[in-house]
T-cell receptor
Framework: GAVVSQHPSRVICKSGTSVKIECRSL??????MFWYRQFPKKSLMLMAT?????????EQGVEKDKFLINHASLTLSTLTVTSAHPEDSSFYIC??????????????FGEGSRLTVL | LAKTTQPISMDSYEGQEVNITCSHN???????ITWYQQFPSQGPRFIIQ???TKVTNEVASLFIPADRKSSTLSLPRVSLSDTAVYYC?????????????FGRGTSLIVHP
């Protein structure tokens, strides 16, 4: 079945540095990918929709200059947390939809990336 | 977008059947109902999807009444490893500008 891979699964960085998280669709093309943020014991909060070849669409309240999203190809989207601060520490998850999947519009999720900012 | 409502939490014991109901009153005609399972520090994974009546796979069953305003995920004979958060989503078929938004989900705890 279709697979979405995220990297890194865990990252620890110092405050003020930038961190890049990659999301790849391994065996299907994804013109759209979604980025979520999840706090402990909370639901997934949609941050932005990543569109291949165009600008990402950010949800209200999400700083586009802090969370840079690039969707350079049909299989790769990246989320860069710029000038990270401890409050950016969270679990980040990406997902993509395989529009050719047998199951209509099934969403596939990455394994998630745990960011800890010291 | 069809908003979903689920119980926040449920408790069960090993070997029991667990039924989790999701309300989606404003589901659109073409929408499918999909359930996901999430373990701590992992991305959600697909469990089952249905459009109407009943769907069964090796993991679960999904019951959808005729009006499709709700759905029930049924997990037969749960084990400790079924302890997770379960989310229902309502989504149109492939294509379009669908934005998958998650509700609070149901935290299921299975006790020995």
């Amino acid at each position: 079945g279709a697979v979405v891979s995220q990297h890194p699964s865990r990252v620890i960085c110092k405050s003020g540095t930038s961190v890049k998280i990659e999301c790849r669709s391994l065996d299907f093309q994804a013109t759209t990918m979604f980025w979520y943020r999840q706090f402990p014991k909370k639901s997934l909060m949609l941050m932005a929709t990543s569109n291949e070849g165009s600008k990402a669409t950010y949800e209200q309240g999400v700083e586009k200059d802090k969370f840079l999203i690039n969707h350079a190809s049909l299989t790769l989207s990246t989320l860069t947390v710029t000038s990270a601060h401890p409050e950016d520490s969270s679990f980040y998850i990406c997902s993509a939809r395989d529009t050719t999947a047998f199951i209509p519009g099934e969403l596939f999720f990455g394994e998630g990336s745990r960011l800890t900012v010291l | 977008l069809a908003k979903t409502t689920q119980p926040i939490s449920m408790d069960s014991y090993e070997g029991q059947e667990v039924n989790i109901t999701c309300s989606h009153n404003n589901i659109a005609t073409n929408d499918y109902i999909t359930w996901y399972q999430q373990f701590p520090s992992q991305g959600p994974r697909f469990i089952i999807q249905g459009y109407k009546t009943k769907v069964t796979n090796e993991v679960a069953s999904l019951f959808i009444p005729a009006d499709r305003k709700s759905s029930t995920l049924s997990l037969p004979r749960v084990s400790l490893s079924d302890t997770a958060v379960y989310y229902c989503l309502v989504m149109p078929p492939s294509g379009g500008s669908y934005i998958p938004t998650f509700g609070r989900g149901t935290s299921l705890i299975v006790h020995p």
